[in-house]
């Protein structure tokens, strides 16, 4: 009977519990635009990029359409580098699935892109990873405050944001 009862009560508390609304990312993304060097200005921390500064994100295309992925930061004075793949999931090309350790995939979706492919906005649908990225090492205060002003709005908190150091 407690199995029952304890079985009935995770079902009721799962059946109740608020889910999380879905997640929009940009109309589309022309994938060729896309490519190339990304500078990482905010992000929510992961322990894989705990004690992180100067951090990057380099895009190229592969043959097979798919993109290798090459992310360096500083850490403990020395230069980190991780390298995976990624692929689109859909013809918009916002949603990709991003691997560093294979068979293992993440989400990677973008939320918001400038329309020169000067800054975008990164997040998934659980809303535990987030990145704001630039072109430059640096994000221009209107872009930052226009960013900021949509956190809400995508579910993610502004005060989670680890604001990153960019020495070099």
Not at 44 to 50: D, G, I, P, Q, T
Not at 63 to 79: H, M, R
Not at 90 to 96: E, G
Request: one cysteine or more; aromatic letters at 14%; charged letters at 20%.
């Amino acid at each position: 009977m407690h199995i029952v009862l304890m079985i009935f009560t995770l079902l009721f508390f799962n059946a109740c519990s608020t889910p999380k609304a879905p997640l929009a990312t940009v109309e589309s993304v022309n994938i060729n635009k896309y490519l190339g060097t990304w500078y990482e200005i905010a992000r929510y921390e992961h322990f894989f990029e705990k004690g992180c500064s100067d951090i990057s994100a380099t895009y190229s295309l592969k043959e097979n359409g798919e993109i290798n992925v090459l992310n360096q930061c500083t850490k403990n004075a020395k230069l980190s580098e991780a390298k995976g793949r990624a692929h689109a999931i859909d013809a918009s090309n916002a949603k990709l699935k991003v691997s560093f350790f294979w068979p293992f995939y993440g989400n990677y979706w973008i939320l918001m892109l400038g329309e020169a492919y000067e800054y975008a906005v990164i997040g998934e649908p659980t809303r535990e990873y987030f990145w704001i990225l630039s072109r430059s090492k640096t994000l221009d205060n209107e872009t930052k405050e226009l960013i900021l002003s949509k956190l809400p709005s995508l579910g993610y908190e502004q005060e989670k944001l680890i604001w990153v150091e960019h020495t070099k």
